[in-house]
């Protein structure tokens, strides 16, 4: 959901004045050194030489997402393609409708079927979280949470030892593509509150047992509703054009 707030155009990217969408709260763990902007115009600039500028850099974003997710071992998925470029940042007030880490499940379930994604749609991009980590500051409602256990509590050492700390948010296999991330949720280990929300509703409960017991469900229904995300598009449609630089 973070690089599609009106659509996957690419927006994010964009690092002008007055405002950047990756210096946006939501998007903090991506701006680091600029690297994930620089990385997409370094692309960019490969295939525009041998192709001319016939691929936009929403395409590569998503073509790269693809990689990564097979190379860190998961499985191949569609990835529809035919993106056009914002010109521009999306609207702050678009940024500010994501789903932070804070959110209930009710609150959740709205965010994704604002945007017509369903409940397994929502937990399986979850999913996601199989790979990347969180800053304490993104989980910190959790220590005073009534339900704490030896967890959360964990957690809140390693966050008190080192405030700037970047929690692995699979706590198993951090950097494998796998099922593990909802193994760990029914073991009373997801990091972010938003996590843990996905077993407090039947439908969504359901999905997250399904997916820790079949991996390969996991694996398909990942690659659907990724592409299913992917053909999300903004108020006016894709519009857009392809950019001479992503950034």
Known sequence: MYVCV???DASILLLGTPWSEMRM?????????????????DIR?????????????????ALATHDAVVASGGKPYHVPLGRLDSSQPAPRRFV????????????????FSSRSLDEKDLVVLSGAH?????????????????????????LQDNC??????????????????????????K?????????????LNESTRAYVNDFADNEWWFWNQFGTSMSKM???????????????HCY
Do not use: W
Request: net charge positive.
């Open 6 to 8: 009106q659509g996957c």
């Open 25 to 41: 709260p939501p998007n903090l763990s991506l701006d680091k050194r600029r690297k994930v902007a620089f990385l997409m115009e």
């Open 45 to 61: 600039a490969k295939v525009h030489k041998a192709c001319g500028p016939t691929v936009s850099c929403a395409d590569i974003m």
């Open 96 to 111: 500010e409708q994501l789903p932070p880490p804070t959110f209930s499940i009710d609150q959740l379930i709205g965010a």
């Open 130 to 154: 199989t790979i990347g980590k969180a800053r304490c500051a993104t989980f910190s409602d959790r220590f005073t949470s009534a339900d704490s256990g030896d967890f959360v509590r964990r």
């Open 160 to 185: 008190t030892t080192d405030v700037n700390r970047r929690q692995d948010l699979d706590v198993t296999t951090p950097e494998k593509f796998d099922n593990k991330y909802y193994i760990n949720l």
């Open 187 to 199: 073991e009373g280990k997801g990091v972010l509150t938003s996590d843990v929300q996905l077993l």
């Open 230 to 244: 992917g053909m999300l598009q903004g108020p006016q449609g894709n519009v857009g054009r392809i950019r001479r």
